[in-house]
Protein backbone atom coordinates (compact mmCIF):
# COMPACT_ATOMS: atom_id res chain seq x y z
CA UNK A 1 0.00 0.00 0.00
CA UNK A 2 2.83 2.49 0.94
CA UNK A 3 5.10 1.22 -2.19
CA UNK A 4 6.24 3.91 -4.16
CA UNK A 5 4.55 2.99 -7.36
CA UNK A 6 1.22 2.13 -5.33
CA UNK A 7 1.44 6.02 -4.34
CA UNK A 8 2.32 7.34 -7.62
CA UNK A 9 -0.56 5.23 -9.53
CA UNK A 10 -3.17 6.63 -6.72
CA UNK A 11 -1.80 10.00 -6.72
CA UNK A 12 -2.29 10.16 -10.29
CA UNK A 13 -5.86 8.90 -10.17
CA UNK A 14 -6.98 10.85 -7.27
CA UNK A 15 -5.76 14.37 -9.14
CA UNK A 16 -7.92 13.16 -12.12
CA UNK A 17 -11.20 12.57 -10.19
CA UNK A 18 -10.71 15.81 -8.28
CA UNK A 19 -10.01 17.56 -11.43
CA UNK A 20 -13.02 16.73 -13.17
CA UNK A 21 -15.01 17.08 -9.71
CA UNK A 22 -13.76 20.48 -9.52
CA UNK A 23 -14.62 21.14 -13.68
CA UNK A 24 -18.07 20.05 -12.78
CA UNK A 25 -18.18 22.30 -9.69
CA UNK A 26 -17.28 25.23 -12.17
CA UNK A 27 -20.00 24.47 -14.75
CA UNK A 28 -22.72 24.22 -12.30
CA UNK A 29 -23.25 20.64 -12.68
CA UNK A 30 -23.53 19.96 -9.58
CA UNK A 31 -27.08 19.94 -7.87
CA UNK A 32 -27.15 22.26 -4.40
CA UNK A 33 -30.21 22.47 -2.02
CA UNK A 34 -31.58 25.12 -0.13
CA UNK A 35 -33.23 25.34 3.66
CA UNK A 36 -35.54 27.84 3.85
CA UNK A 37 -37.98 29.90 6.13
CA UNK A 38 -40.98 28.74 5.72
CA UNK A 39 -42.93 31.82 6.11
CA UNK A 40 -41.43 32.74 2.50
CA UNK A 41 -43.50 29.31 1.01
CA UNK A 42 -47.05 30.42 2.60
CA UNK A 43 -49.09 27.49 1.69
CA UNK A 44 -46.64 25.68 -0.64
CA UNK A 45 -47.04 21.97 -0.37
CA UNK A 46 -44.78 19.52 -0.44
CA UNK A 47 -43.78 17.88 -4.05
CA UNK A 48 -42.25 18.54 -7.45
CA UNK A 49 -43.13 21.95 -9.25
CA UNK A 50 -42.19 22.86 -12.76
CA UNK A 51 -41.73 26.13 -14.49
CA UNK A 52 -40.43 27.30 -17.49
CA UNK A 53 -36.65 27.65 -17.18
CA UNK A 54 -36.53 24.14 -14.95
CA UNK A 55 -38.28 22.55 -12.01
CA UNK A 56 -38.00 23.05 -7.90
CA UNK A 57 -38.38 20.18 -5.40
CA UNK A 58 -40.14 21.22 -2.11
CA UNK A 59 -40.59 19.23 1.51
CA UNK A 60 -42.05 21.39 3.95
CA UNK A 61 -40.97 20.54 7.47
CA UNK A 62 -43.22 22.43 9.50
CA UNK A 63 -42.30 20.98 12.76
CA UNK A 64 -38.58 22.73 12.16
CA UNK A 65 -40.44 26.31 10.23
CA UNK A 66 -38.04 25.44 7.77
CA UNK A 67 -38.76 24.43 3.52
CA UNK A 68 -36.42 22.29 1.46
CA UNK A 69 -35.59 23.30 -2.00
CA UNK A 70 -34.01 21.90 -4.28
CA UNK A 71 -33.80 23.76 -7.66
CA UNK A 72 -32.64 22.41 -11.10
CA UNK A 73 -33.05 24.27 -14.27
CA UNK A 74 -33.17 22.43 -17.50
CA UNK A 75 -29.65 23.95 -18.46
CA UNK A 76 -28.37 22.64 -15.21
CA UNK A 77 -29.76 18.92 -15.26
CA UNK A 78 -28.29 18.36 -19.04
CA UNK A 79 -24.70 19.27 -17.67
CA UNK A 80 -25.43 17.19 -14.66
CA UNK A 81 -25.98 14.28 -17.49
CA UNK A 82 -23.16 14.97 -19.59
CA UNK A 83 -20.83 15.95 -17.35
CA UNK A 84 -21.91 12.78 -15.12
CA UNK A 85 -21.67 10.18 -18.14
CA UNK A 86 -18.25 11.87 -19.67
CA UNK A 87 -17.22 11.17 -15.97
CA UNK A 88 -17.58 7.84 -15.92
CA UNK A 89 -16.19 6.95 -19.12
CA UNK A 90 -13.25 8.11 -17.70
CA UNK A 91 -13.14 7.29 -14.36
CA UNK A 92 -14.39 3.56 -14.94
CA UNK A 93 -11.42 2.42 -16.30
CA UNK A 94 -8.82 4.24 -14.70
CA UNK A 95 -10.01 3.01 -11.52
CA UNK A 96 -9.45 -0.56 -12.61
CA UNK A 97 -6.89 0.51 -13.64
CA UNK A 98 -5.55 1.60 -10.80
CA UNK A 99 -6.52 -1.72 -9.03
CA UNK A 100 -4.34 -3.85 -11.17
CA UNK A 101 -1.60 -1.86 -10.92
CA UNK A 102 -1.60 -2.22 -6.98
CA UNK A 103 -1.99 -5.97 -7.73
CA UNK A 104 0.83 -6.24 -9.90
CA UNK A 105 2.23 -4.31 -7.18
CA UNK A 106 1.72 -7.38 -4.57
CA UNK A 107 2.79 -9.83 -7.03
CA UNK A 108 5.81 -8.37 -7.73
CA UNK A 109 4.88 -7.75 -11.78
CA UNK A 110 5.48 -5.08 -14.05
CA UNK A 111 3.75 -2.10 -12.72
CA UNK A 112 3.57 1.77 -13.96
CA UNK A 113 1.10 4.65 -13.79
CA UNK A 114 1.27 4.67 -17.89
CA UNK A 115 -0.38 1.19 -17.79
CA UNK A 116 -3.34 2.57 -16.08
CA UNK A 117 -3.99 4.13 -19.80
CA UNK A 118 -4.38 0.98 -22.04
CA UNK A 119 -7.51 0.57 -20.17
CA UNK A 120 -8.94 3.78 -22.03
CA UNK A 121 -6.99 3.16 -25.09
CA UNK A 122 -7.84 -0.68 -25.77
CA UNK A 123 -11.47 -0.94 -26.52
CA UNK A 124 -12.11 -4.60 -25.57
CA UNK A 125 -10.91 -3.46 -22.08
CA UNK A 126 -12.74 -0.26 -22.00
CA UNK A 127 -15.89 -2.06 -22.88
CA UNK A 128 -15.73 -4.66 -20.03
CA UNK A 129 -14.75 -2.01 -17.35
CA UNK A 130 -18.03 0.13 -18.46
CA UNK A 131 -20.26 -2.99 -18.03
CA UNK A 132 -18.61 -3.70 -14.80
CA UNK A 133 -18.73 -0.21 -12.87
CA UNK A 134 -22.36 0.47 -14.55
CA UNK A 135 -23.51 -2.17 -12.56
CA UNK A 136 -21.44 -0.98 -9.26
CA UNK A 137 -21.83 2.44 -10.09
CA UNK A 138 -25.12 3.25 -11.58
CA UNK A 139 -27.82 -0.55 -11.21
CA UNK A 140 -26.60 -0.36 -7.30
CA UNK A 141 -27.21 3.50 -6.83
CA UNK A 142 -30.21 3.12 -8.50
CA UNK A 143 -31.35 0.59 -6.62
CA UNK A 144 -30.64 1.62 -3.21
CA UNK A 145 -32.82 4.68 -4.02
CA UNK A 146 -35.72 2.83 -4.63
CA UNK A 147 -34.61 0.65 -1.09
CA UNK A 148 -35.05 4.13 0.22
CA UNK A 149 -38.36 5.08 -0.86
CA UNK A 150 -40.04 3.65 2.52
CA UNK A 151 -38.31 5.77 4.68
CA UNK A 152 -38.58 8.77 2.43
CA UNK A 153 -42.48 8.03 2.89
CA UNK A 154 -42.66 7.55 6.38
CA UNK A 155 -40.54 11.18 6.87
CA UNK A 156 -43.05 12.30 4.38
CA UNK A 157 -45.61 11.18 6.49
CA UNK A 158 -43.96 11.93 9.66
CA UNK A 159 -44.36 15.80 8.69
CA UNK A 160 -47.56 16.05 7.37
CA UNK A 161 -49.20 14.33 10.71
CA UNK A 162 -47.20 16.57 13.06
CA UNK A 163 -47.28 20.11 11.54
CA UNK A 164 -46.06 21.47 15.35
CA UNK A 165 -44.39 20.62 18.58
CA UNK A 166 -48.22 20.49 20.30
CA UNK A 167 -49.56 17.99 17.45
CA UNK A 168 -46.92 15.19 18.57
CA UNK A 169 -48.50 12.36 19.07
CA UNK A 170 -47.45 8.46 19.54
CA UNK A 171 -47.91 8.25 15.85
CA UNK A 172 -45.36 10.77 14.80
CA UNK A 173 -43.35 8.66 17.11
CA UNK A 174 -43.69 5.89 15.34
CA UNK A 175 -43.25 7.66 11.92
CA UNK A 176 -40.35 9.30 12.76
CA UNK A 177 -38.60 5.90 14.53
CA UNK A 178 -39.60 3.86 11.27
CA UNK A 179 -38.40 6.65 9.30
CA UNK A 180 -34.95 5.99 10.83
CA UNK A 181 -34.65 2.24 11.08
CA UNK A 182 -36.02 1.96 7.37
CA UNK A 183 -33.02 4.34 5.76
CA UNK A 184 -30.42 2.40 7.97
CA UNK A 185 -31.80 -0.72 6.41
CA UNK A 186 -31.73 0.62 3.04
CA UNK A 187 -28.44 2.02 3.52
CA UNK A 188 -27.50 -1.55 4.78
CA UNK A 189 -29.08 -3.26 1.94
CA UNK A 190 -27.20 -0.44 -0.65
CA UNK A 191 -23.92 -1.55 0.56
CA UNK A 192 -24.60 -5.09 0.59
CA UNK A 193 -25.38 -5.10 -2.60
CA UNK A 194 -22.42 -3.26 -3.91
CA UNK A 195 -20.06 -5.68 -1.50
CA UNK A 196 -22.24 -8.36 -3.39
CA UNK A 197 -21.04 -7.36 -6.37
CA UNK A 198 -17.63 -5.90 -5.83
CA UNK A 199 -15.75 -9.05 -6.25
CA UNK A 200 -16.50 -8.31 -10.10
CA UNK A 201 -14.38 -5.20 -10.35
CA UNK A 202 -11.66 -7.70 -8.64
CA UNK A 203 -11.55 -10.24 -10.88
CA UNK A 204 -11.78 -7.75 -13.82
CA UNK A 205 -8.72 -5.85 -12.29
CA UNK A 206 -6.49 -9.01 -11.86
CA UNK A 207 -7.09 -10.75 -14.91
CA UNK A 208 -7.42 -7.91 -17.86
CA UNK A 209 -7.59 -11.33 -20.09
CA UNK A 210 -10.61 -12.84 -18.99
CA UNK A 211 -13.58 -12.48 -21.24
CA UNK A 212 -16.68 -10.42 -19.85
CA UNK A 213 -18.18 -14.05 -19.10
CA UNK A 214 -15.22 -14.92 -17.41
CA UNK A 215 -15.64 -12.19 -15.05
CA UNK A 216 -18.98 -12.56 -13.98
CA UNK A 217 -18.25 -16.54 -13.55
CA UNK A 218 -14.96 -16.02 -11.31
CA UNK A 219 -15.74 -12.86 -9.98
CA UNK A 220 -18.94 -14.44 -8.02
CA UNK A 221 -17.64 -17.18 -7.44
CA UNK A 222 -14.46 -16.05 -5.56
CA UNK A 223 -17.03 -14.79 -2.63
CA UNK A 224 -19.40 -17.55 -3.11
CA UNK A 225 -19.15 -19.01 0.94
CA UNK A 226 -17.57 -16.18 2.04
CA UNK A 227 -20.36 -13.10 1.27
CA UNK A 228 -20.50 -12.96 4.99
CA UNK A 229 -16.69 -12.74 5.94
CA UNK A 230 -16.63 -10.36 3.22
CA UNK A 231 -19.55 -8.64 4.20
CA UNK A 232 -17.65 -7.66 7.41
CA UNK A 233 -14.48 -7.05 5.82
CA UNK A 234 -15.65 -3.98 3.73
CA UNK A 235 -17.53 -3.25 6.76
CA UNK A 236 -14.62 -2.50 8.96
CA UNK A 237 -13.43 0.12 6.19
CA UNK A 238 -16.78 2.34 6.81
CA UNK A 239 -14.88 5.05 8.83
CA UNK A 240 -12.45 5.37 6.03
CA UNK A 241 -15.25 5.52 3.04
CA UNK A 242 -16.85 8.32 5.07
CA UNK A 243 -13.87 10.28 5.46
CA UNK A 244 -13.12 9.62 1.32
CA UNK A 245 -16.95 11.03 1.21
CA UNK A 246 -16.66 13.56 3.05
CA UNK A 247 -13.36 15.01 1.32
CA UNK A 248 -14.91 14.33 -2.06
CA UNK A 249 -12.87 11.45 -2.46
CA UNK A 250 -9.45 12.98 -1.75
CA UNK A 251 -8.92 10.48 1.16
CA UNK A 252 -8.86 7.70 -1.75
CA UNK A 253 -5.04 8.62 -1.53
CA UNK A 254 -4.69 6.54 1.12
CA UNK A 255 -8.52 4.82 1.24
CA UNK A 256 -8.28 3.37 -2.53
CA UNK A 257 -5.31 0.88 -1.77
CA UNK A 258 -5.95 0.26 1.75
CA UNK A 259 -9.34 -1.09 0.87
CA UNK A 260 -8.47 -2.56 -2.45
CA UNK A 261 -5.65 -4.71 -1.58
CA UNK A 262 -6.95 -5.80 1.53
CA UNK A 263 -10.38 -6.97 -0.21
CA UNK A 264 -8.59 -8.75 -3.05
CA UNK A 265 -5.67 -10.72 -0.96
CA UNK A 266 -8.58 -12.05 1.07
CA UNK A 267 -10.91 -13.09 -1.65
CA UNK A 268 -7.36 -14.70 -3.19
CA UNK A 269 -6.29 -16.30 0.79
CA UNK A 270 -9.91 -17.25 0.35
CA UNK A 271 -9.62 -19.10 -2.87
CA UNK A 272 -6.69 -21.14 -1.93
CA UNK A 273 -8.82 -22.13 1.10
CA UNK A 274 -11.58 -23.14 -1.02
CA UNK A 275 -9.32 -25.36 -3.34
CA UNK A 276 -7.33 -27.06 0.16
CA UNK A 277 -10.12 -28.31 1.18
CA UNK A 278 -11.40 -29.70 -2.15
CA UNK A 279 -8.39 -31.44 -2.62
CA UNK A 280 -8.41 -34.81 -1.57
CA UNK A 281 -6.33 -36.02 1.37
CA UNK A 282 -3.37 -37.39 0.97
CA UNK A 283 -2.46 -41.78 0.94
CA UNK A 284 -1.04 -42.48 4.38
CA UNK A 285 2.82 -42.86 3.64
CA UNK A 286 3.89 -46.75 4.41
Known amino acids: MIHPMCLRVTVFFVCIQLALFGVQVLLGAI ?11 GDTASGLYFYEEGLSLIFRMDLTGMVLAVPLSYQQLILVA ?4 VCFLLLAPLRVGAMEQY ?12 LILHWL ?9 LVVEFLLQVV ?21 TTPSVASYNSTSTLCQLSASLLFFLAILFTFWLHCTLLPLRYCLAAHPEYSL ?9 SVQGLRKEFFGLRSSYLVWFLFSYLTHNAMD ?5 YSTLGSMIFLQEGA ?6 AEPPAPPQL
Open 31 to 41: PSYALADLSKY
Open 82 to 85: VCGV
Open 103 to 114: WNVFRGGKAGVN
Open 121 to 129: SQPLRWGKT
Open 140 to 160: VRFVGLIAMGPSLYCLYCFYQ
Open 213 to 221: GQVFRRGMA
Open 253 to 257: FFVLP
Open 272 to 277: RAKQQA
